[in-house]
């Protein structure tokens, strides 16, 4: 297992488009938290916003790019033929699997992390001039306080958890555009489909089982009462999805030829 680790860990980290990716996932992330940061406004005590979701509105974006960075780990050698020779060198394809995972995992942490600490560094200092103080309710934002420290590790561990969902996507369906495109789609049809639909039950269901909609929960921090699923709990879900994907694709890289 420690030598697949090197070797997909040279192989991931000699990529040129890697790195890039990396930053990019950080530099889109703090981008739109900054944006989203100077765009409300605060001017009494009852605005019911909620700091930590919106300093951390980023990671809606954030994690498009890390489902792009994740799906071509495995994706990218089915559609270049590299995986005959990965496979050549490291029979045991859940080996293979497992390195990949373990690698994509430490990378996006690292990314997420900074991701993370800087938008909400950046909401700590733009949201007070919108009228978010403590005159208004608003402490803050610490990452001493609970909930805002589970906000910012939940955000992180969302976005690796997002990541194996994309691994495990593409290991079923082996082209990486495809991969991309059913990851996106899970992401993202989710809240529209809650958007279009009226019937509020319907639409409390749909938050629910999406993979974002329920996985973002971990970044609320107040009028929890009021969520459709609790953020542990919906973290939960989203820890299903990946996980379901990926044993399914370690079932059919198990059993299917290369």
């Known amino acids: 297992m420690r030598h697949a680790v090197h070797a997909e860990w040279t192989k991931l980290c000699t990529l040129p488009?890697?790195?890039w990716l990396l930053l990019g996932c950080i530099a889109v992330t703090l981008a739109l938290s900054i944006t989203a940061a100077a765009a409300?406004?605060?001017?009494?005590?009852?605005?019911?916003?909620?700091?930590a979701r919106i300093?951390?509105?980023?990671?809606?974006?954030?994690?498009?790019?890390?489902?792009?960075l994740a799906v071509p780990v495995l994706g990218g050698e089915y559609s270049s033929g590299m995986i005959r020779t990965t496979l050549a060198a490291v029979p045991r394809r859940i080996t293979v699997l497992s390195a990949k995972a373990a690698v994509l995992?430490?990378?996006?942490?690292?990314?997420?992390?900074?991701?993370?600490?800087v938008s909400l560094l950046a909401g700590s200092l733009?949201?007070?001039?919108?009228?978010?103080?403590?005159?208004?309710?608003?402490a803050p934002l610490s990452l001493v306080d609970g909930p805002m420290l589970r906000a910012a590790v939940g955000s992180v561990l969302y976005l690796t958890l997002i990541a194996m969902l994309s691994l495990g996507v593409a290991a079923v369906v082996r082209d990486p555009a495809v991969a991309i495109g059913i990851v996106l789609a899970l992401l993202y049809v989710f809240p529209i489909l809650a958007f279009v639909v009226t019937d509020a039950e319907w639409q409390k269901r749909l938050q629910q089982v999406g993979p974002m909609t329920a996985g973002l929960a971990i970044?609320?921090?107040?009028?929890?009462?009021?969520?459709?699923?609790?953020?542990?709990?919906?973290?939960?879900?989203t820890a299903a999805w990946a996980l379901s994907a990926m044993v399914a694709g370690g079932v059919l890289l198990h059993l299917r030829d290369a």
């Open 126 to 138: 733009i949201l007070p001039g919108q009228g978010l103080t403590p005159a208004h309710g608003y």
């Open 55 to 68: 300093s951390l509105t980023g990671i809606y974006l954030g994690q498009a790019i890390v489902v792009v």
């Open 40 to 51: 409300v406004t605060c001017q009494s005590a009852v605005c019911g916003l909620d700091p």
């Open 17 to 19: 488009g890697t790195g």
């Open 105 to 117: 995992c430490v990378l996006v942490l690292a990314a997420g992390t900074i991701a993370v600490l």
């Open 219 to 237: 970044q609320a921090t107040t009028r929890l009462d009021r969520l459709p699923i609790s953020p542990w709990a919906g973290l939960g879900v």
